[in-house]
């Protein structure tokens, strides 16, 4: 049985997630190779800045409503489902790893939302109704990448 998590839990979940995929969007960033070099960088880079803000976006969040934001690289990797990667990728593998991330995401930005609604935070459950949004269209533009 899945423990049920509060959502100062669930949103220190999605701040050590949101840093964990900084690092591996930078890291793919750096590391793309091949014909599609130029446009999986340019990418890349726009996803691990739209990553910083989020990041931020979550702790000012958790601020505000009286929690604690984690904010060591060692809690990140300990309270983070997302995993980084060390391994040598292919372009479309890196691509394929953010979509299953941004799905993993996904759906516990969906739970988050449940958490945030029995405690009667609206705002929290928007700012994650609007991260599910952006996160779809990216995975609709990355899996549509894919199928080049």
Do not use: C
């Not at 505000?64 to 292919?90: F, N, R």
């Not at 739970?111 to 991260?131: H, P, R």
């Amino acid at each position: 049985m899945t423990q049920t998590l509060t959502l100062e839990q669930v949103m220190n979940q999605q701040l050590a997630n949101w840093n964990v995929l900084y690092t591996k969007l930078h890291r793919f960033h750096w590391y793309v190779k091949g014909p599609h070099f130029f446009t999986l960088h340019e990418k890349f880079e726009e996803l691990y800045e739209e990553a910083a803000g989020t990041m931020d976006e979550i702790a000012e969040r958790l601020l505000t409503t009286g929690g604690k934001p984690i904010s060591t690289l060692k809690e990140y990797l300990q309270y983070a489902s997302i995993e980084e990667t060390s391994d040598v990728l292919t372009a479309e593998e890196m691509v394929q790893n953010v979509v299953n991330d941004f799905s993993q995401l996904i759906s516990e930005l969906k739970e988050g939302i449940k958490a945030a609604d029995q405690v009667n935070d609206e705002v929290t459950s928007d700012m994650f109704t609007e991260l599910i949004e952006k996160l779809s269209k990216h995975n609709w533009m990355l899996t549509s990448f894919l199928q080049a």
